[in-house]
């Protein structure tokens, strides 16, 4: 069966300071991944999505970037975090191809301080 | 463009009455229809689809919707709540060939005993 993990469950940062969330799924091959910030309160925001190793998508302009240096490996990546940045993040897969649904891993608590 | 409207930010009902959280959506083409719900401080996880066929689709854990295409609606229903079914609700559209969902803003269900 498919697996997604997620890391690591929470994390406090400084502002200014850099960031690496790092998701991998299991159990599937070529799968289409997705970033995603929850604010509180509020519902989801689609950051990236990626189709493939190397392709990545960007939904918003933001000092947040991704990577998918492997084919089940998805990384949210940022150089100088913002405050604004602190949100709940959630990663996610699905199989290639319309109407199919999401797998969402246990997200990561990022607060900045 | 497809939009998902979930006309209820909060929903409170008491332990074993029935409940019904709405949803609906808009667009021009074909649309596959999901429920997730969220659990505090957890990633979503699939409730039900609708991708084609019978319009009512149901759940492992007694919760339904009906695809009403007239009504442009996916509302979800329990004739029964439980305590543990309090959580965030989320209804999702994927439309035409995409593979990437609209997400509604999440319906609160708190049951009370």
């Known amino acids: 069966s498919q697996t997604i993990h997620q890391w690591p469950a929470t994390l406090v940062q400084p502002v200014g300071s850099p960031l690496s969330l790092e998701c991998t799924v299991e159990?599937?091959?070529?799968?289409?991944l997705y970033w995603y910030r929850q604010a509180a309160g509020r519902g989801l925001q689609l950051l990236f999505y990626?189709?493939?190793?190397?392709?990545i998508s960007s939904e918003v302009p933001q000092n947040l970037s991704a990577s998918r240096p492997q084919d089940r490996q998805f990384i949210l990546s940022s150089k100088k975090l913002l405050l604004s940045d602190s949100g709940f993040y959630l990663c996610?897969?699905?199989?290639?191809?319309?109407?199919?649904?999401?797998?969402f891993g246990d997200g990561t608590r990022l607060s900045i301080l | 463009a497809q939009s998902v409207t979930q006309l209820d930010s909060q929903v409170p009902v008491f332990e074993e009455a029935p409940v019904e959280l709405r949803c609906n959506y808009s667009?021009?083409?074909?649309?596959?229809l999901f429920w997730y719900v969220q659990y505090p401080n957890q990633g979503l996880q699939l409730l039900l689809k609708?991708?084609?066929?019978?319009?009512l689709v149901e759940s492992i854990n007694g919760f339904e919707a009906e695809f009403n295409k007239s009504q442009t609606s996916f509302h979800l229903r329990k004739p029964s709540v439980h305590i543990s079914d309090t959580a965030e609700y989320f209804c999702?559209?994927?439309?035409?060939?995409?593979?990437?969902?609209?997400f509604g803003r999440g319906t609160s269900l708190i049951v009370h005993p």
């Open positions: 996610a897969w699905s199989v290639s191809g319309s109407g199919q649904p999401q797998h």
């Open positions: 159990g599937t091959s070529n799968p289409n």
């Open positions: 999702a559209v994927t439309a035409g060939g995409s593979y990437i969902p609209t």
């Open positions: 609708y991708l084609s066929g019978s319009t």
């Open positions: 990626s189709v493939g190793i190397g392709q």
């Open positions: 667009s021009s083409v074909s649309v596959y």
